[in-house]
């Protein structure tokens, strides 16, 4: 709440502010009054109807009162002097002025005294207090002496003193009938002061608020227009583009397609499943946005609100492994005691001395396969009992050199059909070597699988390279297939999910999870011209201030 002072402050602001406007309204009064009055003098010559007595004083008095209404005017502009002396200033002028005039026309019998009543109307308004009858008094004062002056010139008898009585007492009605609606009007116009001052801290409090809430949030008018915009969901969009007045598909094409989306779905409410999902500007992170309306009005404003699915993930990430772990604790037995099985018949069979150099290689293969099966049970059982990871730091050209090496050879594989682009031979990262085997094994799997069109062979590039903007480096494994349809866009990461006759839908699930638990991101972009890009962003904590490399490709 404010204090007295803070009160006081505002009425006497809101006072001047009123006082500065009636005083523009009482100086065009005057200069209006001086040409009216001239002009009726000069009509109605040889015989004026004012200022016959002293015809050279009257028009002397209106070119003087004309001069000082004009610096009045100028100097109320200026909002210059103070309110006292702004007061008792025109207060003498129009009682000298008008009373000269009087003078000048024959006394009170001219009725040129009924001009004083506006201007000290005006003046008991600005007036605080008995300063008003101040006022009154001053008027009445000037009357009754030109009355005197006019009797003693002459110009008039004893007879209008009663009528100069009835003047002055009209003037002290005027001043005192003044007095309590300017005390209304200055309590309401501070009042309306103090509604302002009060709207304007909402204001500022609600964008203090806006601004440093944990949630990102933004509002979009009807043309796509970001309007607000709070500090994190600038920072998710992009922190040089996402600002107030950009077009929301310039900074985010898909978020305007989800909106676009959620405005044609007329039976779609705030708070219903949101329908899709986009990655952050740093490529890193996972969003969804939900929608609502702002007010009832068509169209109306949209207020967004952007969810990391990364936060939304960590809440829900006990109960998926703790399913996870019930059931990869009853088949890894299961599956241990066969693949060892294997694992060590392949051995004996190796040390045959019977077996040629191709069946040797065979056997060589299934035993590397029995140590990889031998390794995702590993990595399931970690995943589900939450073990942290083992990263290692990875020099990533010669890990995926390696890695190429191996899967064509494991798989029988063209390598002329698995092409790998390195842009700079330095590039590194900190992650599990065999969870980031793990990942990139299956995301090749899933290419070579369904990455081919008919009649065409299938080729996958494996692409190590750095995110735009952001520089974060990343994996990409890319195909020319015919990609995965929108509809399924948003469910290939779940588990089970698959379009396939002979996949059982966890190869996705279990990459983007083992992804998650050594800080990467897994992500899926239909390519241009066709197919499909897996992208693993990886996580690096030196990522912020590290220099991109020069030839470096960036996506």
């Not at 065009?28 to 007595?53: D, E, K, W």
């Not at 502009?77 to 200033?89: A, I």
């Not at 607000?228 to 397609?257: H, T």
């Not at 793990?438 to 996958?460: K, S, T």
Request: charged share 20%; glycine share 8%.
């Amino acid at each position: 709440m404010s204090s007295q002072a803070d009160v006081a402050a505002v009425g006497e602001r809101s006072q001047t502010d009123l006082g500065w406007r009636i005083v523009g309204l009482i100086n065009l009064y005057r200069l209006l009054a001086v040409v009216v009055m001239i002009c009726v003098h000069l009509l109605t010559q040889p015989v004026p109807a004012f200022g016959s007595n002293l015809p050279r004083l009257f028009r002397g008095v209106l070119l003087l009162y004309f001069v000082l209404a004009a610096l009045l005017a100028f100097a109320g502009r200026s909002h210059w002097p103070g309110r006292r002396t702004l007061v008792l200033t025109h207060a003498l002028i129009d009682a000298g002025a008008i009373s000269l005039l009087m003078y000048a026309s024959g006394g009170v019998a001219s009725n040129l005294g009924i001009l004083l009543v506006i201007p000290v109307g005006s003046m008991a308004l600005l007036a605080v207090g008995r300063e008003a009858l101040v006022i009154a008094a001053i008027a009445a004062l000037a009357i009754l002496a030109q009355q005197i002056a006019s009797q003693l010139a002459g110009f008039c008898g004893t007879g209008d003193y009663l009528l100069a009585g009835v003047m002055g007492a009209i003037i002290f009605l005027v001043a005192a009938s003044a007095w309590p609606v300017a005390s209304r009007l200055r309590e309401s116009e501070a009042q309306v002061r103090r509604q302002e001052v009060d709207l304007a801290n909402l204001a500022q409090l609600s964008q203090y608020i806006v601004q440093r809430l944990r949630e990102s949030i933004l509002v979009v008018d009807p043309t796509d227009r970001i309007r607000l915009i709070n500090e994190s969901a600038a920072e998710m969009l992009g922190d040089a583009a996402a600002v107030p007045g950009a077009l929301l598909g310039e900074v985010s094409p898909r978020l305007l397609y989800l909106l676009t989306t959620w405005r044609t779905s007329a039976d779609l409410l705030p708070g219903e499943q949101p329908l899709g999902t986009f990655s952050a500007a740093d490529g890193a992170r996972i969003v969804e946005a939900h929608f609502a309306a702002l007010g009832a009005v068509e169209p109306a404003p949209v207020l967004i609100f952007l969810e990391d699915t990364g936060t939304l993930a960590a809440r829900v990430q006990q109960s998926k492994l703790a399913a996870l772990g019930r059931l990869t604790a009853s088949i890894a037995h299961e599956i241990r005691n066969p693949v060892g099985a294997m694992s060590h018949a392949a051995q004996l069979l190796g040390e045959s001395t019977h077996l040629g150099a191709e069946d040797l290689r065979m056997t060589e293969i299934m035993r590397n396969n029995a140590q990889r099966v031998s390794a995702i049970v590993d990595n399931v059982l970690r995943l589900s009992r939450r073990d942290p990871p083992r990263p290692e730091r990875i020099a990533l050209a010669e890990w995926c050199a390696r890695f190429r090496e191996e899967y064509c050879a494991t798989t029988q594989r063209d390598p002329a059909r698995f092409q790998l682009q390195v842009g700079a031979p330095d590039l590194e990262t900190t992650i599990d070597p065999s969870q980031l085997h793990q990942i990139v094994w299956n995301l090749c799997d899933n290419a070579f699988l369904h990455g081919g069109r008919d009649g065409e062979q299938v080729v996958v590039e494996l692409l190590l390279a750095r995110v735009a903007r952001y520089g974060r480096v990343c994996l990409e494994v890319a195909d020319r297939g015919a990609g995965v349809a929108l509809p399924d866009v948003e469910r290939i990461f779940e588990p089970f999910f698959t379009r396939g006759t002979h996949g059982t839908g966890l190869g996705l699930f279990l990459a983007r999870e083992l992804a998650e638990i050594n800080g990467a991101t897994l992500l899926y972009e239909a390519r241009k011209g066709g197919g499909s890009i897996f992208r693993l962003v990886f996580a690096d904590s030196t990522r912020w201030s590290a220099v991109m490399l020069p030839g470096t490709p960036v996506l």
